[in-house]
């Protein structure tokens, strides 16, 4: 072959690649909110592309503010997955200005979800969860527990569920504006059942029950294969595993809580009603209904009262927060200190992120609960 026609071979080889790099970057942009959702969506997209995630779970949802790089990642994303503007209130004048073409998945909207509102107060009577054990197999519990729990009445200043965030916490200690008296202004709301999301009105936790996280994936998946549908196929085959782990998972949760079940516990903030419908387990009450506000003198001697009163085993804290609260209120209870978090601060990101999430807290509950 003479030099000059190897020569146009060679420098035709790098357009031969090409395609491949093109076809890369033709697959979907997908930017999500919080940890245990792109663990996720990271499962329903493997061997596809990797979602870009907002929030690394030690940092608050309520008070986040987008860096540069991530607004960027928004502009160009074709689908945004985030639970609520109750949570993610951040994201709201971003999607606001999104373009026409892109997608955004509200989960508080997704079908077949459990939805809880808000519960009232610090202290709660126990609940009767009525828990049999989870039918992992179909993933069908949209109203399995929700009746079960009295949310007639709501707290409006549990301003939106901000779970993690030092920031938020040095500011609520900075501002304690502790009279004697609770500054959980109560309000009353009607008929809040089903899908109905007022920004303030709803428990904006709720992947935190298994039986939510499969509706999710579904959800997931099907935007997915909407906005790219020559992986369509692939992302069903990634939800049929990731709901096959997420049953497997499920019984074995259910396994490791059922000697705990019964165990009255105290939370550090009410984050975790979906984990309790979702295993009928026994929390008593909540330090602090938002955990960007400490706690006054009355809420404080309500929780001590209820921890005597119901005997509860453990009180739980947040590794976004500094345990001084909770040493102060089970000092004098003989109740044990665990710690829960929501949003797996420490478990790294990835496609086993929810599950780990899952684990974790199951683990802390089931550890804690077991001491005598």
């Not at 493997?46 to 860096?67: I, K, N």
């Not at 779970?163 to 009607?190: P, S």
Request: aromatic content about 4%.
């Amino acid at each position: 072959m003479p030099i000059s026609a190897l020569r146009r071979a060679l420098l035709a080889l790098p357009l031969i690649a090409l395609p491949y790099g093109v076809q890369a970057a033709e697959n979907p942009s997908v930017v999500v909110s919080i940890k245990p959702i792109h663990g996720i969506a990271s499962a329903i997209m493997a061997g596809v592309g990797e979602p870009v995630l907002l929030l690394d779970g030690a940092s608050s949802p309520h008070a986040y503010s987008l860096r540069p790089s991530e607004a960027r990642s928004l502009q160009e994303a074709d689908l945004v997955i985030y639970v609520s503007h109750s949570l993610e209130g951040f994201l709201k004048k971003p999607l606001a200005t999104l373009s026409g073409g892109a997608h955004q998945l509200e989960l508080a909207d997704v079908e077949g979800l459990t939805i809880l509102a808000m519960r009232e107060g610090g202290a709660w009577e126990a609940h009767s969860h009525d828990h049999g054990g989870h039918d992992h197999d179909d993933h069908d519990h949209e109203d399995e527990h929700h009746d079960e729990h009295d949310h007639d009445a709501h707290d409006h200043d549990a301003h939106d569920h901000d779970h993690d965030g030092h920031e938020d916490h040095a500011h609520a200690e900075e501002h304690d504006h502790d009279h004697g008296h609770e500054h959980e202004h109560e309000h009353e709301h009607e008929g809040e059942e089903g899908h109905h999301h007022d920004e303030h009105g709803i428990d904006a936790h709720l992947w935190l029950d298994p039986a939510n996280g499969a509706s999710i994936a579904k959800a997931i998946a099907a935007e997915l294969g909407e906005i790219d549908p020559d992986h369509a196929g692939t992302y069903q085959d990634n939800l049929k595993k990731f709901l096959a782990s997420l049953d497997a998972l499920g019984n074995d949760l259910d396994s490791q809580l059922e000697p705990v079940r019964s165990k009255p516990f105290v939370v550090f903030h009410d984050a975790y009603q979906y984990l309790e419908a979702g295993f009928g387990l026994n929390a008593v009450g909540s330090i602090t209904v938002s955990p960007e506000q400490k706690p006054g003198a009355k809420r404080l001697h309500e929780i001590e009262d209820k921890i005597r009163d119901s005997n509860a085993v453990c009180v739980f804290a947040e590794p976004q927060f500094r345990p001084a609260i909770v040493e102060a209120v089970v000092a004098d209870t003989g109740a044990h200190i665990g710690t829960l978090d929501p949003l797996g601060a420490d478990i790294p990101a990835g496609p086993d992120a929810y599950q780990n999430i899952l684990r974790q807290n199951a683990g802390a509950l089931a550890d804690c609960l077991s001491q005598s």
